[in-house]
């Protein structure tokens, strides 16, 4: 649909928790997206192969759909084969979705790095940044690093809003140690956790 915007929402959801799922809110308040596609990342540039199955990772991101209920979840990245880059994947979205507004939700860490990205002028040019904000005493720096890109014709939105502490390695081990990770980890993930064993050594 023309002009509608499709708010593209990737990470590796290994698994999914309830940071993503606040930070997914967030985006979709900052933006009022039309759509919501969430893509789980194949074998990123700069982080080793996830060894939890794309499938399973694609299948605990029913999650989301709390947050948005329309939320599409998308596998071209866990089907692509060898390295994943984001701006191979928004150059697709482009084409599959001819007229829409791209909107990328990225964490306020990689704002700031974000000129280290493979081909980022050619993401600037596609699609908006969504940044999460992380609290008062880091806006300066995201401002300077939004307004650095803005001045090479990027758009870059912050995305205000609560942000609950979670890291989905820590989840990991907490799992494999046997711990309760259900205050962190949505129930419809949780069940996959377990139907599957994923992250024990079993």
Request: hydrophobic content about 40%; proline content about 8%; aromatic content about 6%.
């Amino acid at each position: 649909m023309k002009n509608e915007r499709l708010l593209v929402f990737g990470g590796s959801f290994d698994p999914p928790h309830q940071g993503h799922m606040a930070l997914l809110r967030n985006a979709a308040a900052a933006v009022r997206p039309g759509r919501v596609l969430v893509i789980p990342s194949g074998t990123a540039p700069h982080k080793r192969a996830s060894a939890t199955p794309g499938p399973l990772r694609a299948a605990m991101c029913a999650c989301f759909r709390q947050v948005f209920p329309g939320a599409e979840v998308s596998p071209i990245e866990i089907e692509r084969p060898g390295r994943s880059y984001t701006v191979h994947t928004l150059a697709r979205l482009q084409a599959e979705n001819p007229g829409a507004r791209l909107y990328l939700s990225i964490g306020g860490d990689m704002l700031l790095s974000f000129a280290e990205w493979y081909h980022y002028k050619d993401i600037l040019r596609m699609a908006t940044l969504v940044a999460q904000s992380r609290g008062e005493e880091a806006m300066p720096r995201l401002e300077a690093a939004a307004d650095a890109l803005r001045k090479q014709g990027g758009q870059v939105v912050f995305a205000p809003g609560p942000v609950v502490p979670a890291a989905s390695s820590a989840i990991r081990r907490a799992v494999a140690e046997g711990k309760d990770v259900s205050p962190l980890v949505p129930e419809e993930a949780l069940k996959i956790i377990r139907q599957n064993r994923l992250y024990t050594n079993n």
